[in-house]
């Protein structure tokens, strides 16, 4: 059974251009969620997608923004890339099927440079 | 809001040493709690979750207790091995959301 993939590995762009990361999540999960890591820190929860749409939204400017198809795969995207985005972004699946505690898998997250 | 706060690392320790890396948390509700893993290069694995309180976690050898009096959820292990050295992450989880709340995370650096 396949865990939580993302791709690319690694990407490295330059200041103003636009990003498209990808994340398939564990066979049976519906819900998606983006964090972005910094280097040295924890985790900051970016949203989550379940059934398409966007369920809650952190703290982040409108240029992150998401999708998630009907086969529950998820795109995060980041237009007008800054230095400050570069960081590892991880994806995490759940399943809301799960009851009270939906319990989240992360995938190995894909490391972006902006130059 | 919610929040998470965890000792400042890193922690460096000889095998076979007694580990404790300590969090506190605030929340306005009941939050689950939890902890992950990182090793080098790879994302978060979870290490073991409480999601009420007095629930005591435990995963691998590692413990931690759920006490809400104290708002705390101390990672320990009784006898840390090479292969633990990763850094450790405390979290909380809203029972409504899920959205999980981190620490800056705990390097462990256990030598030989």
């Known amino acids: 059974d396949a865990g939580v993939t993302q791709s690319p590995t690694h990407l490295i762009k330059t200041r103003g251009q636009q990003v498209t990361l990808r994340c398939s999540p564990k066979s049976g999960h519906d819900t998606v969620s983006w964090y972005q890591q910094a280097l040295g820190q924890g985790p900051q929860f970016i949203f989550q997608?379940?059934?398409?749409?966007?369920?809650q939204r952190g703290n982040f400017p409108d240029r992150f923004s998401g999708h998630q198809f009907p086969n529950y795969s998820s795109e995060l995207n980041v237009n007008a890339l800054l230095l400050g985005d570069s960081a590892l972004y991880l994806c995490?699946?759940?399943?809301?099927?799960?009851?009270?505690?939906?319990?989240?898998?992360f995938g190995p997250g894909t490391r972006l440079t902006v130059l | 809001g919610d929040s998470v706060t965890q000792m400042e690392g890193p922690v460096t320790l000889s095998e076979e040493a007694f580990l404790t890396i300590n969090c506190t948390y605030t929340?306005?509700?009941?939050?689950?709690l939890f902890w992950y893993v990182q090793y080098p290069g790879e994302g978060l694995q979870l290490l073991l979750k409480?999601?009420?309180?007095?629930d005591k976690g435990s995963n691998k050898g590692f413990e931690a207790t759920y006490r809400k009096e104290t708002t705390s959820f101390h990672l320990e292990k009784g006898s840390v091995q090479v292969s633990d050295s990763a850094v450790y992450f405390c979290a909380l989880s809203d029972k409504v959301t899920d959205k999980l709340i981190f620490g800056t995370g705990t390097r462990l650096q256990v030598f030989p």
């Open positions: 409480a999601t009420k309180a007095d």
């Open positions: 997608y379940y059934e398409e749409e966007e369920r």
């Open positions: 929340a306005t509700g009941y939050p689950s």
């Open positions: 995490a699946s759940s399943s809301v099927r799960a009851g009270a505690y939906n319990e989240q898998f």
